[in-house]
């Protein structure tokens, strides 16, 4: 196990491995209907799906090296903020992973979620090769959407999801956005010559 693998530094925050002594933090951040709202419309939290969808973020870590979900721990007090995830997508390689991410609302409007971002998706470009990653959220969803511009995506799709659950906005559709390995190495071009 490589220790880089376990543990991703930012400024602000620790993105650790998850564990299974993790469970009630994640059922306390799914437990919240504000977090959920454009994921199932902020339906109660189904405590064995929480358990299930913990035991399968687990087996990232031994299967596909390098990707998986990370607890995010703010530095500064200690505290579970929520989870990233960058892992290979539907449909996609190890070289197109997707983005994602949902953080507790006291951690909303501090760019954890852009400094998460950027960090796994330095990552992916730097250490992992990867050629694309991609992120998607409802198109109504404009937190989700400003974090993933932030990060150095655009927009590169709309497109209509089929959810199992109606959610208010779901009319207005989804959208992908992406960042290929030429648009990163062109950024980190500009930020160093600045």
């Known amino acids: 196990m490589n220790h880089g693998d376990v543990y991703l530094d930012t400024e602000r925050l620790i993105l650790r491995w998850f564990t299974a002594d993790d469970l009630d933090l994640v ?3 799914d437990s919240d209907p504000q977090v959920k709202r454009y994921i199932d419309g902020g ?11 913990l035991d399968w973020w687990l087996t990232h870590y031994p299967r596909e090296a390098g990707y998986g979900f990370w607890a995010a721990i703010e530095k500064s007090t200690g505290d579970f903020i929520g989870w990233f995830h960058f892992r290979p997508g539907d449909g996609a390689g190890p070289l197109e992973p997707e983005l994602g991410y949902r953080l507790r609302r006291e951690a909303w409007g501090k760019n954890y979620g852009t400094e998460g971002s950027l960090a796994l998706i330095d990552r992916g470009f730097r250490e992992l090769g990867i050629e694309r990653a991609y992120a998607q959220t409802m198109a109504v969803n404009m937190g989700s959407r400003r974090v993933m511009e932030k990060a150095g995506m655009r927009l590169v799709r709309e497109f209509v999801a089929d ?32």
């Open 27 to 29: 059922i306390e951040l």
């Open 163 to 194: 959810w199992p659950v109606r959610i208010d906005g779901d009319e207005h559709g989804d959208v992908e956005y992406a960042i290929t390995r030429a648009e990163w190495e062109a950024a980190e071009t500009t930020d160093t010559a600045l």
């Open 43 to 53: 339906l109660p939290v189904d405590h064995a799906e929480v358990v299930d969808h």
